[in-house]
């Protein structure tokens, strides 16, 4: 591109020195048509050299931007699927199996460790109360287990041993040993929890 800027540049200052001779001799030294014939193409092309490498990064730019936008939707998408699916399969078996299975227990069956973050985690667990059943952290959060904590809590219970947090109080008594491990206070009205574990013993 610069070549030909600088040949077509070249080739007119040529013409004109051909056709006006008389008016460039008058007006203009022949060192200096010389040296214009030969500056001016060349500045010709570096100009328009300089012009493509501030410009050239701009489409560049546009396209990677366009290429991440087009990732982030997609993880998006893939998020939104996963947190809908762990709703439904917890919803599933929750309808299954009805006053049997807590919804802790349900959410931990249908995988909810591996959700991404505690905002995915509170969603799923926000569909769930949505649906008509209880929040699967109701009596565990946020005296033992508060919302920062869900999703490690959950990755801690599913992979800790002697803990099976699908069934039982197993998850309840895990919740607190949580609490004193990170080193949280006593919550000042515990009947939340205290209600919960009874529930949990009449199952």
């Known amino acids: 591109m610069c070549g030909w800027v600088s040949l077509i540049v070249g080739a007119t200052l040529a013409v004109l020195l051909w056709f006006y001779p008389r008016w460039f001799h008058d007006h203009i030294s022949d060192r200096i048509n010389a040296l214009a014939l030969v500056l001016v193409p060349l500045l010709a092309g570096a100009s328009v050299f300089v012009v493509r490498w501030f410009i050239s990064p701009y489409p560049i730019y546009v396209q990677i931007r366009r290429e991440l936008d087009t990732l982030t939707d997609a993880k998006k998408e893939e998020r939104a699927k996963a947190v809908q699916g762990c709703f439904e399969r917890s919803a599933a078996m929750l309808k299954q199996y009805g006053s049997i299975l807590l919804s802790f227990h349900a959410l931990s069956r249908a ?77 000042p009205d515990d009947a939340g929890y205290v209600s919960l574990v009874e529930r949990t013993l009449l199952r």
């Open 111 to 187: 995988e909810g460790h591996r959700l991404e973050s505690n905002e995915e985690v509170a969603e799923v667990c926000n569909l769930i109360f949505g649906a008509g059943y209880d929040h699967p952290f109701e009596g565990i959060s946020p005296g033992h287990v508060p919302e920062k904590d869900w999703v490690s809590f959950l990755k801690y219970v599913k992979h800790a041993p002697n803990i099976n947090p699908e069934e039982g109080k197993d998850y309840i008594d895990a919740a607190d040993r949580w609490r004193q491990d990170h080193g949280y206070p006593v919550p």
